[in-house]
């Protein structure tokens, strides 16, 4: 059996890809605003778990951020439940332990990678992973902002950001293709300001900067 970690050091061991290996179900949970890009950075981690053969399931939102659906996640070969519009930190909690249970009983997959709705505080949703009876231990929160909307979240919803990114292991800086001279190393010093420790990378999802260094972290 493998022995559980608590640490972002999980995150960079090396994890074979074998089955008898991952004896514990890995759980990601992206954290962000509308428009962040957790979709898209959705869909390049599932094609990777997937190329490794391993199987993936994915718990999205019904309004998702680039019109990705669970029909279309479906279509394309990944095994997808679509939760109902709302916040599934609150109003959709039943909704989603009930979703959680039935992927572990009926897919058993080897990662599970969570897309709630842009409001959702992230930390709460690792609490509801928890009660559905996953193990914590294996549950990590992916925060993500990015460079075209921080300046206006931070003036207009510092606290909210703040609760946002407080439970995550690392925080991705996405969209880093449309940054401005300076722009990214003001956003790394903001955050390390407010979260020291805390690993933070830039990265654009759409165009793959930095991802195969994403990868690394989630092996």
Same mark, same amino acid.
């Given at each position: 059996?493998?022995?559980? /970690? #608590?640490?972002?050091?999980?995150? /960079?061991?090396? =994890?074979? #890809? +074998?089955?008898?290996?991952?004896?514990?179900?890995?759980? *990601?949970?992206?954290?962000?605003?509308?428009g962040s890009g957790k979709t898209t950075l959705l869909m390049k981690l599932a094609s990777m778990y997937t190329k490794r053969g391993l199987r993936t399931a994915?718990?999205?939102?019904?309004?998702?951020? =680039?019109?990705?659906d669970g029909a279309t996640l479906k279509a394309e070969g990944y095994d997808a439940i679509e939760l109902p519009d709302g916040c599934i930190c609150c109003s959709?909690?039943?909704?989603?332990?009930?979703?959680?249970?039935?992927?572990?009983?009926?897919?058993? %997959?080897?990662? =599970?990678?969570?897309? %709630?709705?842009?409001?959702?505080? %992230?930390?709460?949703?690792?609490?509801?992973? /928890?009660?559905?009876?996953?193990?914590?231990?294996?549950?990590?929160?992916?925060? =993500?902002?990015?460079?075209? /909307?921080?300046?206006?979240?931070?003036?207009? @919803?510092?606290?909210?950001?703040?609760?946002?990114?407080?439970?995550?292991?690392?925080?991705?800086?996405?969209?880093?293709?449309?940054?401005?001279?300076?722009?990214?190393?003001?956003?790394?010093?903001?955050?390390?300001?407010?979260?020291?420790? @805390? %690993?933070?990378?830039?990265?654009?999802?759409?165009?793959? +900067?930095?991802?195969? @260094?994403? *990868?690394?972290?989630? @092996?």
């Amino acid at each position: 059996m493998v022995k559980k /970690r #608590t640490d972002i050091s999980l995150l /960079r061991s090396n =994890i074979s #890809t +074998t089955k008898a290996v991952f004896a514990v179900m890995y759980v *990601y949970i992206m954290g962000g605003f509308l428009g962040s890009g957790k979709t898209t950075l959705l869909m390049k981690l599932a094609s990777m778990y997937t190329k490794r053969g391993l199987r993936t399931a994915l718990l999205v939102n019904e309004s998702g951020e =680039i019109g990705v659906d669970g029909a279309t996640l479906k279509a394309e070969g990944y095994d997808a439940i679509e939760l109902p519009d709302g916040c599934i930190c609150c109003s959709l909690s039943g909704t989603l332990q009930s979703a959680l249970k039935n992927i572990k009983n009926d897919i058993d %997959p080897d990662i =599970i990678i969570i897309e %709630p709705t842009g409001l959702a505080l %992230p930390h709460k949703v690792k609490e509801l992973v /928890r009660v559905a009876m996953i193990d914590d231990e294996a549950t990590y929160i992916i925060g =993500i902002c990015d460079v075209q /909307r921080f300046n206006d979240l931070i003036k207009k @919803k510092e606290n909210f950001f703040t609760m946002q990114m407080s439970g995550a292991d690392f925080v991705l800086i996405n969209k880093s293709d449309l940054a401005k001279p300076g722009q990214i190393e003001e956003m790394t010093e903001y955050i390390n300001s407010k979260f020291p420790g @805390k %690993p933070v990378m830039a990265i654009s999802a759409k165009d793959g +900067t930095n991802m195969d @260094k994403v *990868y690394e972290m989630m @092996k």
